[in-house]
């Protein structure tokens, strides 16, 4: 089971290395646009802020469950986020 601590850990190591993926690819593409990149990070942040939320909820029953059910979305959505800056 992860515990709290722990899956806090991985959520600010998980998006905030996709963070610096998009800067360091702003940085050695400074000719392109980055309306795609900064819209990749907004994302990021948001997921993190929607993760944290459900990390720090007070009201649930089955902790195990719910900590799992969260791992396997920040993975979900990690994935996705990553996608999105191979596309750039």
């Known amino acids: 089971m992860a515990n709290k601590r722990d899956l ?3 959520l600010n190591y998980v998006l905030g290395d996709i963070i610096e993926a998009v800067y360091v690819w702003e940085y050695s593409n400074s000719s392109k646009d980055t309306k795609q990149s900064e819209a ?3 994302d990021a942040i948001k997921v993190f802020d929607d993760l944290i939320a459900r990390v ?13 059910a969260i791992s396997s979305e920040l993975e979900t959505k990690g994935l996705e986020l990553i996608e999105r ?4």
């Open 8 to 10: 806090k850990k991985d």
């Open 40 to 42: 990749v990070i907004d």
């Open 56 to 68: 720090n909820a007070k009201d649930v029953e089955n902790k195990k469950a719910h900590f799992k």
């Open 85 to 88: 800056i191979n596309k750039l």
